[in-house]
């Protein structure tokens, strides 16, 4: 004899999966709405960005760093694996938020907010910061590294840092409170409209990156990471930038506070089991 309640549970359980198959295919649908077909001239494009780049950290490696004896080739064979394996870092970020978005109920997800968030200002320009702040860091790696070995750690490294995020990212869900993607429209509403490069870059970054995957920060683990493979050329001024990248995380409202603490010991922790246990490298 089945009781109501039984009946009830299950039709609780039907209507929590329909709701997860609808939300699916919405994920699904939005992701191919948005899906850009690879064309030749996108090929061509990224061979062209990858000569510039190369080009350009030759220069800069073999004139002015003169930290290694890399040729023209080297230089440009580690900058198109560099590029490539970036972007394919972002490539496995993406794909563990829709994973994420199409797995659980907004419910499910938690977030880190605490008092100290309340004491944070929300300052629209750090948005430059957060954009483009790794790129200073980023054009020091091929340049410094002393050997091929020395930049294959590095990169093997930076590689395990964002498949361990995307691992918790997809078992471990987390976001920012809703009023954190309002805060643009309340500083616009007291102070009036912003740039329109600034109003833009806010828009693609709510656009691409939306208010998951927060813990740990990305932003705060990738520099932070990457910081410490430069300790040796810039000692302790190489924390300057995962502390200016946790700053403007902050003052963007993309991330709240413990999640910039959380994403820079998460990078600490990557480097010294990576680089310094299983490569033996120094600080």
Known sequence: MISQEDVAAKNDHHHEQEERTIKSFKTSSSSQRHHHVIQPKDILIFLLIVLFISFSQYGLGHYIV???EFTLMEYTAACFVSVSALIGGFQFYFKAQQLALSTFNKSEYFNVDCFI??????????????SFGDLFIMA??????????????I????I?????QCLIFVTLPSNVPAHYRTELQKYEAKFGKLDKTTKYLFEMMH?????????PSGHCSIATYLALTQWHIFGYFTLLNPLLIACSCVMTK????????LGILFGFVIFFIVNVQMFGATM
Do not use: K
């Not at 968030?117 to 957060?130: G, T």
């Not at 990169?155 to 930076?158: D, E, R």
């Open 155 to 158: 990169l093997f490294g930076l």
């Open 160 to 164: 395990i840092v964002t498949l361990c």
């Open 66 to 68: 003169r930290r290694n």
């Open 254 to 261: 993309q991330h709240a506070f413990l999640d910039t603490v």
């Open 207 to 215: 656009q691409m990156d939306h208010d998951t995957n927060t813990v």
């Open 140 to 153: 020091c790696i091929i340049p410094t590294s002393p050997t091929m070995n020395h930049l294959i750690h």
């Open 117 to 130: 968030d309340r004491y944070i200002p929300f300052v629209p320009h750090s948005i430059y910061l957060y």
